[in-house]
């Protein structure tokens, strides 16, 4: 997917507070096994890296390890 789409949706996620704007959680990283990305809404191949950031709410995030470094970027133009 395009870097502009991702971010795009992305910044409308974090307006809607689909996304938080905090960081605030802990995180891990493991293969994708057909998980739905919470940045970009696309499923996480099995040959894709997949983040984890486990919080109280929501208390799971799941990302594309690119899509968790644009969100990381872009909730801090917030």
């Not at 795009?8 to 996304?19: F, K, P, S, Y």
């Not at 096994?33 to 040959?47: H, I, K, P, Q, Y």
């Amino acid at each position: 997917m395009d870097d502009a789409v991702v971010r795009q949706r992305i910044r409308r996620r974090i307006a809607d507070g689909t996304l938080p704007r905090d960081g605030l959680g802990a995180l891990s990283a493991t293969n994708g096994a057909g998980e739905t990305c919470d940045a970009c809404a696309v499923l996480v191949s099995t040959r894709q890296t997949l983040d984890k950031l486990a919080r109280v709410d929501p208390p799971v995030l799941q990302f594309h390890s690119e899509c968790f470094w644009i969100w990381r970027v872009e909730r801090n133009r917030v």
